[in-house]
């Protein structure tokens, strides 16, 4: 499966909020924080469906990649998507692993690998 995703009792801002702090222990820092539904309405489509996409990154893990592929670009940084689906608080990402494998570089696998790991077991943590 090309994505990771939890479901928590959290409301969606609680999630996100807790999101951050977790990503920050693990030195992630949100970039962007993109409110889809604000976004599409205040550009006059309905839209009733909450989604905020966070882009996330780790300064040094984004260095480290892109000297060993410039390709990796395409990946970085990372998204993780807080939303709620029929009544529950979902959070999700696209799996590290599954994106750089694109690249077929196993050196990069390892370290998409580690990311993965990370950043799942924050959100982990944000769904308990």
């Known amino acids: 499966m090309f994505h990771y995703t939890v479901e928590t009792s959290k409301t969606l801002d609680e999630a996100v909020e807790a999101l951050q702090a977790e990503l920050k ?34 300064p040094g ?4 990649i892109l000297e060993k592929n410039s390709l990796a670009s395409y990946f970085l940084p990372c998204k993780v998507v807080v939303y709620e689906q029929e009544g529950q608080t979902k959070i999700g990402m696209p799996k590290p692993t599954a994106l750089i ?23 982990d943590k944000v769904a308990q």
């Open 25 to 58: 222990e693990e030195k992630f820092g949100v970039l962007w924080d993109f409110n889809v539904k604000d976004t599409l309405q205040n550009k006059g489509f309905d839209f009733d469906t909450t989604y905020r996409i966070l882009e996330v990154c780790n």
């Open 101 to 123: 494998g694109f690249l077929e570089d196993s050196e990069l696998n390892d370290q998409a690998k580690d990311i993965e790991e990370r950043m799942a077991a924050c959100m």
């Open 61 to 64: 893990e984004a260095k480290s």
